[in-house]
T-cell receptor, first 115, second 113 residues
């Protein structure tokens, strides 16, 4: 069964450093999502792509976070500089079509710890 | 705006006990409703879904019925197992382009042998 791949699984960094996370969605899935999940809470959307275009990045802290999906396939989420409050699980998900009403398939996540 | 409320956890049950996790939503109209499960250290997995009122989603012994009159989508299982220990998230979304998920805060379930 096809899965969403993410790397790394775990990342420890010091504040003010730059970090990057990678996601490879299920082959053929047009929509890709990045979520942040703080311990004990539900996921919150950071950015949504339809192919290579950003559909929603209203909750992305653009002063330090950036995301790209240049060829409409895999995607990178970057934080620069990292802050203590960025410690969380970063989840990537994909869905086959335009996203509306569709099941989202999640990767295993990247757990970030900022020291 | 749209929101999802779940019963507070953690919920602790003995093996073979009956499970109910309450979920209610606030939204205008009739969204699609989902239950996702997250096992320790892993991402979320779809457990079941319902796309219109009175639909019942079911999977792995879990069931939930879309009740528009009470705006609810409660999760139930007749006999839980230790392997069901996880965090359960209720979520809603809309059938429109670009619409995303709104997740509840999650309910942690622990099943004791």
């Amino acid at each position: 069964e096809a899965e969403v791949a993410q790397s790394p699984r775990y990342k420890i960094t010091e504040k003010s450093q730059a970090v990057a996370f990678w996601c490879d969605p299920i082959s053929g899935h047009a929509t890709l999502y990045w979520y942040r999940q703080i311990l004990g809470q539900g996921p919150e959307l950071l950015v949504q792509f339809q192919d290579e275009s950003v559909v929603d990045d209203s909750q992305l802290p653009k002063d330090r976070f950036s995301a790209e999906r240049l060829k409409g396939v895999d995607s990178t989420l970057k934080i620069q500089p990292a802050e203590l409050g960025d410690s969380a699980m970063y989840l990537c998900a994909s869905s086959p079509g335009s996203g509306g009403g569709e099941t989202q398939y999640f990767g295993p996540g990247t757990r970030l710890l900022v020291l | 705006g749209d929101s999802v409320t779940q019963m507070e956890g953690p919920v602790t049950l003995s093996e073979e006990a009956f499970l109910t996790i309450n979920c209610t939503y606030t939204a205008t109209g009739y969204p699609s409703l989902f239950w996702y499960v997250q096992y320790p250290g892993e991402g979320l997995q779809l457990l079941l879904k319902a796309t219109k009122a009175d639909d019942k989603g079911s999977n792995k012994g879990f069931e939930a019925t879309y009740r528009k009159e009470t705006t609810s989508f409660h999760l139930e299982k007749g006999s839980v197992q230790v392997s069901d220990s996880a965090v359960y998230f209720c979520a809603l979304t809309w059938d429109n382009y670009g619409q995303n998920f709104v997740f509840g805060p999650g309910t942690r379930l622990s099943v004791l042998p």
